[in-house]
């Protein structure tokens, strides 16, 4: 409400004392505010203020078979290397914000009864290993990458997983399990399990018995010989399989659960053209959840 008395004639401002608790209000609150700021603008500094260093190892000659275990990054594999020249290398470029620097990763090798033995670690889960390793002919080998791409090319009984990111595959043989799905059948995701959507499968392949689970991407592969066994899971992502022909093939395209109709409507057709048979000694089972199927 507007007022029209003389100025004189207001009340005037009620003064604000400074009483005991209003003391101890300011005594620590002021601390504590400038405390809150100050830790803010820290934490916004680290996010923002990201940088990197290399790292790179001595080489480590790989024998017998191969378990490689990296917290992140890529991993190439080239099979069929003599016996002699058969090595690891690597170099890693490590993200660090203020909170990281001087965290490095740790790289541990061991030679065992089976095998060469390979786990890349990371402080705080913040580095990424970029890995070479040549592979001795016939020597099985297991790699897993919390998210890094593998490539592998000529390598016998392989069991490569990706936690997220893309497997591309030549000419493998033997048994073969590829996996990109970001959660690992022995547990969630978290600081244990690797991050982000399963990436994609491609190339060529000679195997035998082959699971692939891609966890929602694609998978896209050329068979040169027709498979014993052939399991294919990608939760929605489509599936494109090229076999050689002559042959009969028992085919097993598994339909869609009805909850995922309901969901998102009626799966894709699938388009196979290859010869089938009930009989057929070449099995192939495709479960792509609504995802498109060729398979020709």
């Known amino acids: 409400m507007t007022s029209f008395l003389p100025a004189a004639a207001q009340p005037a401002a009620r003064e604000l004392l400074m009483t005991p608790a209003r003391r101890i209000i300011l005594l620590l609150g002021v601390p504590l505010s400038l405390s809150l700021l100050a830790w803010t603008c820290y934490a916004i500094i ?40 058969a090595q690891f290398t690597g170099s890693g470029t490590v993200w660090y914000g203020l909170t990281y620097s001087g965290q490095r990763p740790t790289l541990a090798t061991a030679q065992t009864a089976t095998g060469t033995k390979i786990n890349f670690a990371c402080p705080s889960y913040n580095c990424a290993l970029t890995s070479t390793v040549d592979v001795p002919p016939q020597a099985p080998v297991t790699v897993t990458s919390n998210g890094g791409n593998i490539t592998a090319t000529g390598l016998s009984d392989a069991t490569l997983q990706t936690g997220g990111g893309n497997l591309t595959v030549d000419g493998l043989t033997g048994d073969v399990s590829l996996n990109t799905d970001n959660t690992p059948n022995n547990g969630p995701s978290g600081p244990d399990g690797p991050f982000g959507g399963g990436g994609q499968v491609t190339g060529t392949l000679a195997a035998q018995n082959i699971s692939v689970d891609t966890g929602g991407n694609n998978v896209d592969l050329q068979l040169t010989t027709p498979p014993a066994n052939l399991n294919v899971t990608t939760e929605g992502g489509d599936v494109t399989l090229q076999l050689p022909e002559g042959y009969s093939y028992r085919v097993d395209n598994v339909p869609e659960p009805q909850s995922q109709i309901d969901q998102n409507g009626p799966a894709q057709p699938a388009a196979i053209t290859v010869t089938t048979s009930s009989s057929s000694q070449y099995r192939i089972i495709v479960n792509a959840d609504g995802g498109a199927v060729t398979i020709d």
């Open 46 to 85: 680290s996010n923002s203020s990201q940088g990197s260093y290399t790292v790179s190892y001595a080489p480590v000659r790989v024998s017998g078979g191969l378990t490689m275990n990296v917290y992140g990054g890529d991993v190439t594999l080239q099979g069929g290397v003599s016996p002699s020249a």
